[in-house]
């Protein structure tokens, strides 16, 4: 029962781009960074986490493939984690009807469990009254029968 995304892939200009992801606009984000590297060149931020140190030594168009490469990767990575999140949210949506099923069952247990506790001291009480009948009437049998002797 549980939903399955369809996580489709697009491919622009070899990167993927997820079409279920309405928030997050990669498309917006690679134009933005294109309009930065027009502008001034590669940032400043790119420092050895991004570009290893032969970075510096190759050329434009091969730091922009080793971009969209590593792009790609972490587009990958993203894939992988909305995926992730999303097995979670069914898992977690699975656990909260579990959850409300268990919480009616304890409320109905509850309820039969209070009115066995009623009918147990209502039956003691016709328990108890019996009891005292019984006791009067054997009294009764016992006068009786010494009137009788």
Do not use: W
């Not at 491919?11 to 997820?18: I, K």
């Amino acid at each position: 029962s549980s939903k399955v995304r369809n996580l489709e892939v697009q491919g622009a200009d070899d990167v993927a781009v997820l079409e279920d992801c309405v928030d997050f606009s990669l498309a917006k984000t690679i134009s933005k960074t294109e309009e930065k590297l027009e502008r001034g060149g590669l940032p400043d931020c790119l420092d050895e986490d991004i570009i290893p140190s032969a970075g510096n030594e190759i050329g434009a168009e091969a730091q922009i493939r080793f971009l969209k490469a590593k792009l790609r990767v972490m587009q990958a990575e993203l894939d992988s984690v909305v995926c992730e999140c999303s097995k979670k949210d069914d898992e977690n949506q699975n656990l909260k009807s579990r959850l409300k099923d268990i919480e009616e069952e304890n409320t109905r247990l509850q309820r039969t469990i209070s009115m066995q506790h009623s009918q147990t001291e209502k039956y003691k009480m016709l328990s108890q009254e019996a009891n005292k009948r019984s006791e009067e009437l054997q009294q009764e049998v016992i006068a009786l029968g010494k009137v009788l002797q």
